[in-house]
């Protein structure tokens, strides 16, 4: 067997980022998250990510790493970071709920804005799945987010809530109880849930219309069903700044179509880029 070598010139690659690691804590609990700096950053815009449930500051396809990167490119810093319970942090999953990780996300955003290489006043804020409601509620408490992206978010827990209240019957013994509460293959604890189902992101929407927004669904997201979509829409027809809502074809929940993916990727960076 013969062999071709080709000769390859490796070009040395410009760096245009630095990675820093950020660790608050919350309640004695440390939180792990990863700062995007640009390089030379002054007082740089920033987007903080927050992940879906059960998920973690890379995302599959390492994804947030991707839009970070993108993003630093251009100039915008990125904080991507773990919820207690999920990923490095600390806590176990069982103890998570919507309000620990609103409070995780706001304590991580006030810490980003005192940081000298950020400008406090461009933040805009990016969820994802589950991340839609925990980012919509920071945004809305912190009250001065720029600009959100929200990739497949949830609007309430309405889809599920046969299985919830399914769950309080004699129907279902207790082995398939615990196997209800599984997410992921983590079992999630009883305040989750009961939390979980009394989420509603309209007060939220309606705070922030004023705030420039993307919503981008897959059609063939099963996980999220896309009609969810069309409740974010229904609310953002009456907001004041721009909304743009994009569907994906052959998109699922988890992104996996590399093309769709891609183009969900540029049209985000294009927003931040456009409204920080």
Known sequence: MQLTFLNVKLRNMEKFEERLCITPENNGQKIFGVLHLPIKAEKCPLVMVCHGLAGNKTGKYRVYVELACMLAKKGIATFRFDYRGCGDSEAEFREITPSKHCSDAILCLNLLKKHPSIDPDRIGIFGRSFGGPIALKTAASEGDIRSIVLWCPMFNGDQWRDQW????????????????????????????????????????????????????????????????????????????????????????????????????????????????
């Open 165 to 276: 209240n399914l769950l309080h019957t004699q129907e279902v013994n207790e082995e398939a109880k615990h196997k209800m509460m599984e997410i992921e293959g983590q079992e999630a604890g009883y305040e989750f849930f009961k939390e979980f189902f009394t989420i509603n992101v309209s007060e939220d929407l309606q705070a922030l219309k004023k705030v420039p927004f993307l919503h981008i669904h897959g059609d063939k997201d099963t996980r999220i069903s896309p009609d969810q979509a069309d409740l974010y829409r229904n609310i953002r027809e009456k907001a004041e700044a721009n909304s743009e809502f994009i569907r994906l074809p052959e998109t699922d929940h988890d992104f996996s179509d590399n093309t769709e993916r891609s183009i969900a990727l540029k049209e985000t960076v294009n927003r931040f880029i456009n409204t920080l």
